[in-house]
């Protein structure tokens, strides 16, 4: 108690349980420990500072030191808060989306995190700079810890490691990568094709606790159709705009930022060397069109819906009249959604032309999803916990949707692929998830697909080529992009080379990045033999 006693101290032993406060936050998000137990650790912490330190004289600095730690410091807290938020520190993520922008999407839902670590930060960063004023040691402190700060951050070695990984001669995924071109139709009646995309609904979520109930209708669809197990997220897929891109172009979504070095200008254009689905199906009379609930100036989708020339598209934008005030923080309910995408499959299907109808959810988006007002209206939460409650709506909406197209007779000729975007970013069971061997959900409902299940090791820019080969187009090796179709005998690129050879090829990639960013879609490419 000496040391509270002294009246010269009062102020600075103050600054010292700020500053132990300050970590009260992350340190509950990495520990077992509740915010009180790991309080009162702190607490306890700071109480015996104060008694070793009841006999000291203050020495301050004769001149207003600034911190040298503070950009190391604030490094840690954002990748503490990276990691908290989404699970999984992504650099490929950050760079994309510092390069193509996140107007209209960024913190949507991550308000309060976000402000508890800044409101940590920043009450590190006073209490830190007034204690450095006040002793020199925490002025010694801070000149000794600036460097060793710095090194010990994964974000650090991340991002130095994604530069160093800049080798020019690394030609294994471009050496890969077979050029679709323009593959022939070898059907007289072409089939529609109908893409939906399950926001963040893994095929495991079926595995876990509550999992009969909160995946059955995503279980019950894949039983009435062709299942494929065992496609695992790779690199450069695991967020939603990957998740379109890779899927529909044949590729991992590359990065351009660092590539360029100094280009960070935010890109009008988009895999300009590359041709993807609506590029082959355009070019074969389809009309394409991609339907979703946000806005398109988030994360590159409109270039991405420009450069490859879809027929139409429409988000927010476009639907916001119909959504009026019932809307989530990124966009329309997939009640709506999906009542606007059923208007358009009866709209689409009496036009002459065969159509590509892409649809992207947002239900089970992460941390606690976004279930609709029908999901509360039908009851169908029965004790839930948040997150599972917004996966098994999600799986109703589909449901329905698929159940009023059969209904109607709108799934004749047509293919309807139901794929996640990619694994379910940190949720409340993400413990449980990470226990099970994660895949995505990829089945293809049809009127000629007999129901089945093929389990092969695969990645997302696999479903290009099968799509492409079961609408009846004659591919090369039946091979498009990176990916090969799962209906053939051909070995997959993570079957080749397993999944951490495969993300070692895609994290060491710029030429492949190059020619997807720069080059344009007339120069050829080596095929993989």
């Known amino acids: 108690m000496k040391a509270l006693i002294r009246k010269d101290l009062a102020f600075y032993n103050m600054q010292v349980v700020l500053l132990a406060l300050s970590f009260v936050y992350i340190f509950k998000k990495y520990t077992l420990f509740s915010g009180n137990q790991v309080t009162a650790f702190l607490l306890f912490a700071v109480g015996v500072f104060f008694w070793l330190n009841r006999n000291h004289s203050l020495q301050r600095p004769q001149n207003i030191k600034i911190p040298y730690s503070f950009i190391p410091v604030f490094l840690l807290f954002f990748w503490f808060a990276y990691i908290g938020i989404f699970g999984k520190f992504d650099v490929s993520s950050i760079v994309f989306h510092l390069q193509m922008g996140a107007g209209g999407g960024f913190l949507s839902g991550f308000y309060k995190p976000v402000f508890r670590y800044l409101g940590s930060f920043l009450l590190f960063a006073v209490a830190f700079v007034l204690l450095l004023n006040l002793d020199k040691r925490f002025l010694r402190l801070d000149r000794a810890l600036c460097v060793p700060l710095l090194l010990v951050n994964p974000m650090f070695w ?21 050029e679709p071109g323009r593959p022939v139709l070898a059907t007289k009646t072409p089939k529609n094709l109908i893409v939906l995309y399950a926001e963040s609904m893994k095929r ?82 389809y009309h ?99 997150i599972l409650y917004a996966v098994k709506c999600s799986g109703y909406e589909i449901e329905r949707f698929v159940e009023t197209l059969r209904r109607e007779g709108l799934l004749q000729n047509t293919l309807l692929v139901i794929v996640s975007d990619h694994l379910m970013m940190k949720a409340e069971f993400d413990e449980a998830l990470n226990a099970e061997d994660r895949m995505n959900y ?29 609408l009846g187009f004659e591919l090369n090796k039946q091979r498009a992009g990176l990916g090969v ?15 951490s050879q495969l993300n070692e090829f895609i994290t060491n990639d710029t030429l492949l990045a190059h020619k997807a960013w720069l080059d344009s879609k007339s120069q050829s490419i080596v095929a993989l033999q």
């Open 485 to 499: 179709s799962l209906l053939s005998e051909h070995k997959t690129l993570a079957e080749q080379y397993g999944y």
């Open 288 to 386: 394409t069109e991609f339907i979703d609930g946000g806005d398109h100036n988030f994360a590159g989708m409109a270039p991405f819906l420009k450069t490859h020339q879809f027929s139409a598209a429409s988000g927010l934008a476009e639907h916001n009249k119909i959504a009026g005030d019932y809307r989530n923080d990124w966009g329309l309910y997939d009640d709506t959604l999906l009542s606007i995408a059923a208007d358009r499959v009866r709209d689409l299907t009496q036009k002459p032309k065969p159509y590509m109808l892409s649809i992207a959810t947002i239900g089970a988006h992460f941390p606690t999803g976004n279930p609709t007002r029908s999901c509360a209206e039908a009851n169908i939460r029965q004790g839930l916990p948040e």
């Open 442 to 470: 990829l089945v293809v409902l049809g009127d000629d697909i007999a129901p089945a299940t093929i389990t092969r090791d695969a990645a997302m820019f696999d479903v290009m080529p099968t799509v492409l080969d079961l």
């Open 158 to 178: 991340g991002m130095g490691n994604y530069w160093i990984a800049d080798n020019p001669q690394d030609d294994r995924l471009l050496s890969a990568y077979q």
């Open 204 to 285: 495991t979520l079926g595995n876990i606790a509550h999992g009969d109930y909160s995946f059955a209708e995503m279980n019950r669809l894949a039983k009435q159709g062709l299942e494929f197990a065992g496609v695992r997220q790779v690199e450069n897929t695991g967020w939603s705009m990957a998740g379109f891109v890779t899927s529909q172009c044949g590729m991992p979504l590359q990065p351009f930022g660092l590539l360029s070095h100094n280009m960070f200008n935010e890109k009008k254009d988009f895999y300009t060397g590359i041709d993807c689905l609506s590029d082959i199906l355009g070019g074969n009379q």
